[in-house]
């Protein structure tokens, strides 16, 4: 079988990846508009069972993956000058860009194509150059190819109010870190952990 997966985030990539471990014979091609090394955001955080899932699908990805991690247990939480910690929960932070790049060098080494730097417009010309039996539209939240379907998809999106930030800083947390202010212009809400030996995730929520 072909398999055409359009979109080289992680859901894109971790598919093909598992698809040609499960049948070695199908081929299987994941396209990609931007390059290897451009990513958008910070760090991802995993939880210890969501590591578990992983290193049931595909081990070898899954150690790399736990090799890069930033690991810890407690979470605080700061609400009108008090911090609660509670602990014992196990998250794991990884820069976005690593965590991708794991996955395409896992996916490469099994013998998934990786086309990079093509930004697709027309996903049945696109599955008609590559004979693909099978196309994954794996393009993200504001997939083109779902757009192009919904009649058939009949998406069911419901936008909220509240907008967000994804930022980064050099101060490191030691815990899962939740921070609530209410400002004169309303609620805010951050939640930073640390992905790596010395940056953290930063986002800011607001209505
Ligand atoms: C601020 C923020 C923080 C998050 N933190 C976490 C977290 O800590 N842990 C966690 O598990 N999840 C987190 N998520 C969610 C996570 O980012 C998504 O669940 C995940 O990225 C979805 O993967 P995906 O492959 O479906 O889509 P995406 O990651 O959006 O990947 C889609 C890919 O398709 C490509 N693409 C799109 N259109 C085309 C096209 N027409 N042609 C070619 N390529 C195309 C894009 O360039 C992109 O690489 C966070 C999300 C946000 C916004």
Known sequence: MKILCIGGGPAGLYFGLLMKRRNPDDEVV??????????????VVFSDQTLGNLARADEPSARTILQSFNHWDDIDVHFRGRTVTSTGHGFCGIGRRRLLNILQDRCAEVGVQLVFETDVTDDQALARQYGADLVIASDGLNSRVRERYQATYQPDVDTRRCRFVWLG???????????????EHGWFQAHAYQYDGDTSTFIVETP
Request: glycine fraction near 6%; charge should be positive.
């Open 169 to 183: 800083t050099r101060k490191l947390f030691s815990a899962f870190t939740f921070a609530f202010e209410q400002t």
């Open 30 to 43: 994941v396209v990609e508009r931007n390059r290897p090394l451009d990513t958008f955001g910070w760090g």
